[in-house]
């Protein structure tokens, strides 16, 4: 069950029905500081209108700050997290952004977002 300080921080700061966050090192910082642990990374591609059609996501949201820009939702994703201490999730993050994903000659990430399940 998530505690009122990290439902505070998702009402306040997520754009979408996911947990995505434009700052989401923060979120993850007071989600393990609170006891709290992910399941799950679910990756956004955030890039531009023009920019989608060569995306590994597709749909998505809208950029609330910037009616240029959308997080199109990817098919990839890491599962059984539960396990790993937070530097283990930013290692995890950092090294999936700076290397970004692939399919084909065509379709690659921009700027990889993550979004989170939460464990039980």
Not at 12 to 38: I, Q
Request: hydrophobic share 30%; aromatic share 16%; charged share 30%.
């Amino acid at each position: 069950m998530i505690n009122k300080k990290i439902q505070k921080y998702i009402d306040d700061y997520t754009f979408c029905s996911e947990h995505l966050f434009k700052d989401w090192e923060s979120f993850l910082n007071l989600l393990y500081a609170e006891g709290g642990r992910v399941s799950s990374i679910l990756w956004w591609d955030h890039c531009t209108k023009k920019q989608l059609k060569e995306s590994v996501g597709s749909g998505g949201y809208k950029d609330p700050d910037n009616d240029e820009f959308v997080y199109a939702e990817t098919q990839l994703y890491k599962e059984d997290l539960e396990t790993y201490t937070l530097d283990e999730i930013k290692e995890y993050i950092n090294q999936e952004r700076k290397t970004g994903f692939r399919y084909g000659n065509i379709y690659k990430s921009h700027d990889l977002i993550p979004s989170f399940n939460l464990a039980d």
